[in-house]
């Protein structure tokens, strides 16, 4: 009977460590996430594409663009017009959301693609990075904004 007890003892202990083999240490996780936001931080995105909609390379003389600066988590933008600004939080899993920031306060034609952009940022909770392309996505909706990267 003794026998029995230690052999399902032992089939337990064996099972319950065999789950913990797969298991990525916790640092080698963390590294991940960093190589994917160090994709996506300190680098210049250009606004390409606003709810399936093309944009012009200048609106108002201007590049609309996304910039994401890791030291602090601010970010800051432009629909052409008028500079964005807040915080961001980048999260495992492609997960980012941004906060409501501060904007200068011009009047300038073409306010579609600004207006468009600001909601876009404060809308997406996720983004995916496909080579020099940045999406701006909410949930499994078709992206918000699409940018490349400037080099």
């Known amino acids: ?5 230690y052999l399902t003892l032992t089939v337990c202990v064996l099972s319950l460590s065999a789950c913990s083999i797969f298991k990525k ?3 080698e996780q963390a590294g991940e996430g960093a190589k994917q936001t160090n994709v996506i931080t300190d680098r210049k995105w250009k606004l390409v594409e606003l709810a399936g909609k093309p944009v012009a390379d200048k609106i108002n003389g201007k590049e609309p663009f996304l910039l994401l600066q890791k ?3 601010r970010y800051s933008a432009s629909g052409g017009c008028n500079g964005i600004g807040g915080a961001y939080t980048l999260e495992n899993n492609g997960r980012i959301k941004f906060e409501q920031g501060m904007s200068t306060m011009m009047a ?3 306010m579609e693609i600004e207006h468009g952009l600001s909601a ?6 996720n983004y995916t990075i496909n080579g020099d ?19």
């Open 1 to 5: 009977m003794k026998s029995i007890q």
């Open 25 to 27: 240490p916790a640092n």
């Open 71 to 73: 030291t602090e988590s």
């Open 108 to 110: 300038c034609d073409n």
């Open 120 to 125: 876009a940022l404060i809308s997406a909770d």
């Open 133 to 151: 392309d940045l999406s701006l996505n909410k949930a499994r909706m078709a992206p918000l904004a699409r940018f490349k990267a400037v080099k």
